[in-house]
């Protein structure tokens, strides 16, 4: 099982940006569009194994958790296509108004599950697996050893990870870097899957 969390600090919490700008009215859900479709996405193909989690922390209403389990997932409604994973995502939000405690978790969608975690929520759930922080100027990649199982990875999106944010992240997870540049959520999520696969972790 792999686990990406990812924290976007503007995506907006309710369908009220416009799919003709995602960019300019989301909060860059364009950006967590293509993360997913990295995470999931083989050619065609899915990958069951794979768990994210958003947090979603711009307006109107944060946060918002979305977390899209691969195993359930029917893979018709998780596109390549970015418009209509933003629509998946817009409708998630909108669902989730009566949601009110951080432990309440509705399935709005098989697969995709919405709740009021915040980002802090959501990596203290996530203690049991072996998490590791990605970021510019962490640890090489290719010298962490890996587990044969259960890895969860943390990623920040266009704005990135806060100081506030790595500060509470060090007491649990390994600060790593997949290189000596700052690169796309979506192209770090790719190529740790691509590495993740060539050593042969579920
Ligand atoms: C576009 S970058 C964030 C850029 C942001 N301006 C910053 O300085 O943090 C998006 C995310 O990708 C991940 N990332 C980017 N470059 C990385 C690298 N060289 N190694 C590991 N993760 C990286 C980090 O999680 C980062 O928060």
Redesign the pocket.
């Known amino acids: 099982m792999r686990v990406f969390i990812i924290k976007a600090n503007e995506a907006h919490t309710d369908f009220d940006f416009s799919l003709k700008d995602l960019p300019g009215t989301s909060g860059r859900i364009d950006l967590i569009c293509r993360s997913l479709n990295a995470a999931f996405h083989l050619s065609h193909s899915f990958r069951k194994n794979v768990r994210v989690y958003v947090t979603f922390l711009g307006p109107p209403d944060p946060p918002k958790t979305i977390r899209f389990e691969g195993s359930r997932i029917k893979p018709k409604i998780l596109n390549p296509d970015e418009l209509s994973t933003a629509k998946l995502i817009g409708k998630a939000l909108k669902a989730s108004g009566g949601i009110r405690g951080p432990s309440q978790e509705v399935e709005v969608f098989p697969g995709v599950f919405v709740s009021r975690m915040t980002f802090e929520d959501v990596i203290r759930k996530n203690t049991r697996f072996n998490l590791y922080v990605?970021?510019?100027g962490?640890e090489d990649l290719f010298s962490t050893k890996f587990p044969r199982d259960n890895v969860a990875f943390v990623?920040?999106?266009?704005?990135?990870?806060s100081r506030e944010d790595l500060s509470f992240l060090e007491g649990f997870a390994q600060r790593?870097?997949?290189?000596?540049?700052?690169?796309?959520?979506s192209h770090?999520i790719s190529f740790v899957n691509i590495y993740l696969d060539r050593l042969g972790i579920p």
């Open positions: 990605l970021e510019e962490g990623l920040g999106d266009h704005i990135g990870l790593i870097s997949i290189g000596p540049k700052a690169y796309l959520t770090v």
